[in-house]
């Protein structure tokens, strides 16, 4: 019985080590299973080295997201054709008599395979060239969404409903994709507002603005834009353009965006308009003694239609507007003037205590308090000199003549300044070049303070030579002209 075991069990492992003949060559079917073996754990450690690279080693390198895809796609792709090659080599397989069968077979496949060639070769291109990467936001073909995934055929693409699609790699090599994250998410949306055609349109343009710098996604740099688009068939039609820090989030922001901007409209009791329309009656006379008719019969009139009369209110803030006038040297400008000095400046916001800058800081900005509170100090010998509340504005002087601050200035409240840089007050005056004129003329109202400015200037050694003169007017002329490039 053992004798009869024993042979059976060699029988049966003759039958998996003796050669079967294949044309000019043999193989075991031993060799295969052990060729199968090594094969899957080539792959398996392909697959394993990827997910270390990917997550970990790259990580840690401090490489983003799509670099470190691409990088771990290419080399375990590598290491894994350089692995099955060395598995065909140590198991007895010719190289050259699969090369002679794969070209034998190949003109077949090729036919066959060549969407898959095709969808090959643009995985490679996507993966060295990376222009879409992991964590990129495109729009393709309709869709919009975040790349998920780069391999060799195919990209998956996980939309903003949560669907996840599969695309194959030849589709967005071959046609036109939109990559809205490609240097950075920062891209600018357009939100169309329209009005009634007695509002000011200056106040519509500070709305607007105020409207887009409560909006903490919109960026201050570049600013946010007003256009007048056309005159409508019942509006004047506005569009506000604002940078995002998030394109992706474009709907929340739009969204939150309408919402500010429908409260700031109502505040200002700006009034957005609804489509009217005319209606004319061809039987007037005979309508008329209808209801005259039904007058007599019924005895009384019929209701009357009254429209809702709007109640001022005296206790309204000044708008923006209406504080720049109060500066001395923005009160001949006109609304479009003054239209582009809100639309330059920006908001910015101050919390308690927070320094706003320090005597001795370059005087390069100009401010108005929209809200809160500040308190102007010296703080080298800590006196007190004022508190500045809403609608008052300092630092005029310093922008216009480039003077150092004489004071400091901090938040005694949670604070919302609005603020004119230099280079945006340099570009109004490089596009109106009569206001720096009318600046001039302004500033030599007070000679007694532009002396003693010009005398700070020459004891801190900040007065150019070719600017220094006597004569205020020419000083101050000269000084625009050095510190606007006029």
């Excluded at 050669?19 to 043999?26: D, K, R, T, V, W």
């Excluded at 295969?32 to 094969?39: F, R």
């Excluded at 794969?102 to 066959?112: D, E, K």
């Excluded at 603020?419 to 004129?437: K, Y």
Aim: hydrophobic content about 40%; some cysteine; overall charge neutral.
């Amino acid at each position: 019985m053992n004798e009869a075991l024993k042979r059976i069990v060699a029988q049966s492992l003759s039958w998996f080590t003796t050669p079967i003949p294949l044309g000019n060559y043999s193989v075991s079917i031993s060799a295969m299973l052990q060729l199968i073996i090594w094969v899957c754990i080539v792959l398996f450690l392909s697959r394993a080295l990827k997910k270390f690279l990917k997550y970990r080693l790259l990580v840690k390198l401090g490489i983003d997201e799509g670099n470190r895809e691409a990088m771990a796609t290419i080399i375990s792709y590598s290491s894994s054709m350089l692995g099955l090659i060395i598995v065909l080599q140590s198991t007895g397989f010719n190289l050259g008599s699969l090369l002679v069968i794969a070209g034998g077979l190949g003109v077949g496949i090729g036919f066959g395979l060549q969407e898959v060639t095709r969808n090959f070769i643009s995985g490679l291109t996507l993966l060295i060239e990376r222009k879409l990467k992991v964590g990129d936001f495109i729009e393709f073909d309709g869709m919009s969404g975040y790349v998920k995934e780069v391999s060799l055929r195919s990209t998956l693409i996980r939309t903003r409903d949560g669907g996840d699609v599969v695309v194959p790699n030849s589709k967005l090599v071959e046609n036109k994709v939109l990559n809205w994250s490609y240097d950075s998410f920062h891209a600018r949306i357009q939100i169309p507002v329209g009005v009634a055609y007695n509002s000011d349109t200056v106040l519509v343009t500070e709305t607007l603005l105020n409207a887009a710098y409560m909006e903490p996604a919109v960026l201050h740099d570049p600013p946010p834009k007003v256009l007048f688009k056309n005159f409508g068939d019942n509006a004047l039609n506005f569009e506000l353009w604002v940078w995002v820090n998030r394109i992706d989030r474009e709907p929340f922001i739009r969204s939150s965006l309408n919402f500010i901007i429908e409260y700031n409209l109502r505040q200002n009791h700006i009034t957005v308009p609804f489509p009217q329309r005319d209606l004319w009656i061809r039987n007037g006379e005979d309508l008329s003694r209808l209801g005259r008719k039904n007058f007599q019969q019924n005895g009384h009139r019929p209701e009357m239609i009254t429209e809702p009369v709007a109640v001022a209110t005296s206790n309204k803030p000044l708008s923006l507007k209406d504080l720049l006038r109060q500066v001395t040297y923005f009160q001949n400008f006109t609304d479009l003037e003054l239209r582009q000095l809100i639309e330059i400046g920006h908001r910015k916001r101050l919390y308690p205590s927070q320094v706003l800058f320090q005597e001795g800081d370059p005087g390069d900005a100009f401010y108005i308090v929209l809200s809160g509170s500040v308190e102007v100090f010296v703080e080298k010998i800590n006196k007190h000199l004022t508190n500045l509340g809403a609608g008052k504005f300092f630092g005029e002087l310093s922008l216009m003549l480039g003077i150092p601050r004489t004071a400091s200035v901090r938040a005694l409240e949670e604070t919302i300044l609005f603020t004119i840089h230099h280079n945006a007050f340099q570009s109004i005056l490089r596009e109106h070049p009569e206001l720096a004129e009318e600046i001039v003329q302004e500033l030599c109202k007070h000679q007694e303070e532009l002396a003693q400015r010009q005398q700070q200037l020459r004891t801190m050694g900040l007065l150019d030579a070719t600017e220094d003169d006597k004569n205020p007017v020419v000083w101050v002329r000269k000084r625009l002209q050095n510190l606007f490039h006029l």
